[in-house]
């Protein structure tokens, strides 16, 4: 068998440039830190790092989003914890207006006071986030969630609570479930004066004994004063809903006494006239506000103070539900802020992850990059001796 010298030469130049490639390719590794730079030099690591990296990247951006999310919480928060305070110092001043040694102008003025405070309320419920979306707009609304017409407080939103997921937490809270569902009464039933009464008689708002007995129907407690010396004065309960009469009949009326029937019962203050009743009706749905207007409007009006003792003390009851509502939503923003922080702390973990899992497809072991491009070197080194020796075969070299 016999060699040309040509196709020596051919077969060592060629080894020389595929030394000299592999070696510029480890020279890249290593001055980029990365065994993979480009897709063809390992399709299924390239792969696996751009996964990685694209997780990664939704993670960011699923913080940045939590990060607006826990800012209009924390502002909502805040809103809540303003309203405690301002129904608070409503709830002293509706205390203070029931003092019997208040007189018409004292009351006007904190029906005044009571005024301001009212507006304050109002504005909390329609705090806006610091990109201007409002913090109690529920599921939707426009730029102000709440209007305030003449005939009352509207709610403007869709009401609704956006559900918090395993990497984000609501933008907004449900202002009608904060505001605008207040129950009227004690929650179970309601205790009013009757528009005609001439006496001084007034109801406490009156408690459930027995919610088996409840029949949810409305009520009316007539008084009857007899003509004898001494007047007798008895009461008479009607199931206005059925028109049957509720026995025993006539039963005798003592100022502070309780009176109970069909599971529920309240305590009667004051002297009523014959005709005087009072009515009783299943609770309905109420707000705040208008909770707020119908007690501003019995201390600052020229009423009685059996009516104004009635409003008032139904006043501080409703207030009570109300303020319960918005601690409860207050606790609710908390446990959300505390979800943010475990939802952050879980995100970084898994970021830390996917770097690991990225770094792992596509960085590249220095330690065993430096020895392969020491050996590639070699080899380089080898083949350019061996081509420079294939270049002394020439048959001229011989001849003298």
Sequence with gaps: MRLGTANTYDSTLSNLMKRQVELSGQQEKLTSGKKINRASDDPTGAA?????????????????ALVLQRNAITLAESALGDATALMQSLRELVVKANNGAMNSTNRASLAQEMRGLRDQLFASANRNDTNGIPLFGGLGSAATPFSDPATGVIFNGIAGQRASTEVSLPGAMDGSAIFM?????NGTFNVALGGANTGTVWAAPGQVVSPGALTGDNYTV??????????????????????????????????????????LSFVSHGVPQSGDTVLIAPSTQSNIFEVLDRAIASIDGANGNNIMTQATNLALVEFDAAMDRIQSARGQAGDWLNRGDRISSSQTNRSIQLQGDRSKAEDLDMVQGISDFQKMQTGYQAALQSYASVQRLSLFNFIN
């Design 181 to 185: 569902n207040v129950p009227t009464g």
């Design 222 to 263: 007539t008084f009857t004063v007899s003509a004898t010396v001494p007047p007798v004065t008895t009461y008479d309960v009607v199931n206005t809903t059925t028109a049957l009469p509720v026995p025993p009949a006539a039963q005798p009326y003592v100022d502070g006494q309780t009176i109970a029937f069909d599971g």
């Design 48 to 64: 696996l790092a751009e996964r990685a990296l694209t997780r990664t990247t939704r993670i960011e951006t699923e913080e940045r």
